[in-house]
């Protein structure tokens, strides 16, 4: 399971264990023509919930970051961003509640993602979660959290979200279990 090691940044340690894997399970009610289900499901996080890429928009690089602000890893090397930093605080406890979430297919057929949370001016925001779902030999579902930040025009300024028909949470964890295909909304 993953685990983060502290990141240093202008003498300011910053904490990332609660990133760390871990368990956790949703419960789907029972109704009167289906009993109760439960999923026990591993949510695990990439580093692209608290770093970025140069903006290529701008024909930022790398190389006009100061080395400090690299967080490498054996595949990338991306720059530490306090504001996904600070907004990845929050991932635990929205990922421990998913199903009561909407979730909405992107252009990728294998993720999903969640929005809405209310940013420190008290204002509701779309806080984007993109994840995608396997199933596991070590529980029911393995949840992968790709990537998490907050939509910004300043890198894709072309690009709207498109929200499609919501799924549930459910369909999704019975889907990948099953080994469904998990149809996308139109």
């Given at each position: 399971?993953?685990?983060?090691?502290?990141?240093?940044?202008?003498?300011?340690?910053?904490?990332?264990?609660?990133?760390?894997?871990?368990?956790?399970?949703?419960?789907?009610?029972?109704?009167?023509?289906?009993?109760?289900?439960?999923?026990?499901?591993?949510?695990?996080?990439?580093?692209?919930?608290?770093?970025?890429?140069?903006?290529?928009?701008?024909?930022?690089?790398?190389?006009?970051?100061?080395?400090?602000?690299?967080?490498?890893?054996?595949?990338?090397?991306?720059?530490?961003?306090?504001?996904?930093?600070?907004?990845?605080?929050?991932?635990?406890?929205?990922?421990?509640?998913?199903?009561?979430?909407?979730?909405?297919?992107?252009?990728?057929?294998d993720k999903f993602l969640t929005i809405s949370i209310q940013n420190q001016q008290g204002e509701m925001v779309d806080y984007e979660i993109y994840f995608s779902l396997k199933k596991s030999k070590t529980?029911?579902?393995?949840?992968?959290?790709?990537?998490?930040?907050?939509?910004?025009?300043?890198?894709?300024?072309?690009?709207?979200?498109?929200?499609?028909?919501?799924?549930?949470?459910?369909?999704?964890?019975?889907?990948?279990?099953?080994?469904?295909?998990?149809?996308?909304?139109?």
């Amino acid at each position: 399971m993953l685990k983060f090691k502290p990141f240093t940044l202008d003498q300011q340690i910053y904490n990332l264990s609660h990133l760390n894997a871990f368990y956790t399970e949703f419960v789907q009610v029972a109704t009167k023509s289906q009993s109760e289900k439960r999923y026990r499901c591993l949510i695990e996080f990439g580093t692209h919930c608290f770093t970025k890429s140069p903006n290529v928009h701008k024909g930022e690089t790398l190389a006009n970051f100061d080395n400090s602000l690299h967080y490498v890893t054996d595949k990338e090397i991306r720059l530490f961003c306090p504001e996904r930093y600070q907004l990845s605080l929050k991932l635990p406890e929205i990922l421990r509640n998913l199903d009561k979430h909407k979730c909405y297919f992107t252009s990728a057929n294998d993720k999903f993602l969640t929005i809405s949370i209310q940013n420190q001016q008290g204002e509701m925001v779309d806080y984007e979660i993109y994840f995608s779902l396997k199933k596991s030999k070590t529980c029911d579902v393995h949840i992968f959290i790709n990537s998490a930040y907050l939509r910004s025009l300043d890198y894709r300024p072309n690009k709207t979200m498109l929200r499609r028909k919501p799924v549930s949470l459910f369909v999704l964890l019975h889907n990948t279990i099953t080994n469904k295909r998990i149809k996308r909304p139109v």
